[in-house]
């Protein structure tokens, strides 16, 4: 059974930062694509970032620069740098795994940023 669970969310003012982490079990995150995605209250969810198989990153044009994807294969856990945060990355943040025939999607961690 593939799982996914993140945590790091919180509260945080704006130009703080925060750590995304996502613990998998079940698969290899090392093998797979792994990402990360949000969804702002009212908005559809949205891709943020995103890791492939051979360490590849990509970035939505909103956060390139200030997020980094990152994974670490020997805890099986791919994290999530959120620097210079904005009241506008304000959203629950999934983490993502896209296998072969299927998408699993963790809980979901809340991030805020406000003063």
């Known amino acids: 059974q593939v799982q996914l669970v993140e945590s790091g969310g919180g509260l945080v003012q704006p130009g703080g930062s925060l750590r995304l982490s996502c613990a998998a079990s079940?698969?290899?995150?090392?093998?797979?694509?792994m990402g990360w995605y949000r969804q702002a209250p009212g908005k559809q969810r949205e891709l943020v970032a995103v890791i492939i198989v051979g360490g590849s990153t990509m970035y939505v044009d909103s956060v390139e620069g200030r997020f980094t994807i990152s994974r670490d294969n020997a805890k099986n856990t791919v994290y999530l740098q959120m620097n210079s945060l904005k009241p506008e990355d304000t959203a629950v943040y999934y983490c993502?795994?896209?296998?072969?025939?299927?998408?699993?999607w963790g809980q979901g961690t809340l991030v805020t940023v406000s003063s």
């Open positions: 079940g698969i290899i995150v090392s093998d797979n694509r």
């Open positions: 993502n795994a896209n296998l072969i025939l299927r998408q699993v």
